[in-house]
């Protein structure tokens, strides 16, 4: 099935530095989200985008809409240990509940 | 206020046999989505029900099929079991329209 392009697929980053990462597709979402998957759990929303250009924050969190609708960013400030986890986009077209999931992004954290 | 459960946690089938996963809401969701995920990829949409009807589906064979039940409860059955069909399969609930929320998930390896 479909999935969205994230990258980077992984990465390393010091405890105290920023993180950007994003999320591409061939097609058109309505809505983006980001969610956060730790081992042997399910996914926790993170941030929810309704609108074409939007900009939200949650926390130390910050995620943005693309302009085109074909893409999504997502920001982490400060990251701390327990940032640590896979982070994937999802979009959704439409008001049903099908989600099309990203491939993921790995991050790591060196203390 | 319990979240999303799932059970069994993890399940060995073989080849062939049938298997029936099950899944309780958050408390006041009324709908179930089921997703399939794959070792290092992101999670697949199965199907969602609403209503006890399969409202929307995705690139998913007629060996998957479902149920909902009038207490929102939903069970997720597989037939003919291949090797290609061990994953981890999520479940999530929401209110109609409303952001999804995920269980922990079910475990199943197929030898």
């Known amino acids: 099935g479909q999935q969205l392009n994230q990258s980077p697929q992984s990465m390393f980053i010091q405890e105290g530095e920023d993180v950007s990462m994003n999320c591409t597709s061939s097609?058109?979402?309505?809505?983006w989200l980001w969610y956060k998957q730790d081992p042997g759990e399910g996914p926790v929303l993170l941030i929810a985008?309704?609108?074409?250009?939007e900009l939200t924050s949650n926390g130390r969190l910050t995620a943005q809409f693309g302009i085109t609708r074909k893409d999504s960013f997502l920001n982490i400030s400060a990251s701390i240990p327990s940032d640590v986890g896979i982070y994937f986009c999802?979009?959704?077209?439409?008001?049903?509940?099908?989600?099309?999931f990203g491939t993921g992004t790995q991050l790591k954290v060196e203390l | 206020d319990a979240g999303v459960t799932q059970s069994p946690t993890h399940l060995i089938k073989t080849r062939g046999q049938q298997v029936t996963l099950r899944c309780s809401p958050k408390s006041g969701h009324d709908t179930v989505s089921w997703y399939q995920q794959a070792l290092g990829q992101g999670p697949q949409f199965i199907f969602q029900y609403y209503e006890e009807e399969e409202r929307q589906r995705g690139n998913f064979p007629d060996r998957f099929s479902g149920h909902q039940f009038p207490n929102y409860s939903s069970e997720l059955n597989v037939n003919a079991l291949l090797l290609g069909d061990s994953a981890l399969y999520l479940c999530a609930s929401s209110l109609l329209r409303y952001e999804q929320y995920f269980g922990p998930g079910t475990r199943l390896t197929v030898t």
């Open positions: 097609s058109i979402f309505n809505t």
């Open positions: 999802a979009g959704r077209v439409g008001g049903g509940n099908k989600l099309t």
């Open positions: 985008l309704y609108k074409a250009g």
